[in-house]
């Protein structure tokens, strides 16, 4: 079965860390775009982080998260520190075979979607 299944989620104090993964089956991704995008409640699901021939963050997380990819476990990571009260919300993860540089972290570059896991910052 190809699927994308995100994992790492939780509840987290104001300056903590969580690390994302998203890990793929039935498919390999060497070659393929991934990105990580978040929803919050009653707002447009966004770019956070994405990783090509080039890698983008969005600025309200640039040096807080890190995005990774480890081809032999076939997963791709998101690395976020000092967690805020905004960063809350469902974090997906998002593949294509492609190679994109440029303003490519946008949902309509990317076709294959996980599930989702909840990440909440909160005291």
């Known amino acids: 079965q190809v699927q994308l299944v995100e994992s790492g989620g939780g509840l987290v104090q104001p300056g903590g860390s969580l690390r994302l993964a998203c890990a793929a089956s039935?498919?390999?991704?060497?070659?393929?775009?991934i990105g990580w995008f978040r929803q919050a409640p009653g707002k447009e699901r966004e770019g956070v982080s994405c990783?090509?021939?080039?890698?983008y963050y969005r600025d309200s997380v640039k040096g807080r998260f890190t995005i990774s990819r480890d081809n032999a476990k076939n997963t791709v990571y998101l690395q976020m520190n000092s967690l805020k009260p905004e960063d809350t919300a469902v974090y997906y993860c998002?593949?294509?075979?492609?190679?994109?540089?440029?303003?490519?972290?946008?949902?309509?570059?990317?076709?294959?979607w996980g599930q989702g896991t909840q990440v909440t910052v909160s005291s």
């Open positions: 998002a593949a294509q075979r492609a190679s994109y540089s440029g303003a490519y972290c946008q949902r309509r570059f990317f076709g294959f």
């Open positions: 039935g498919f390999t991704l060497d070659g393929y775009a």
């Open positions: 990783i090509s021939s080039s890698t």
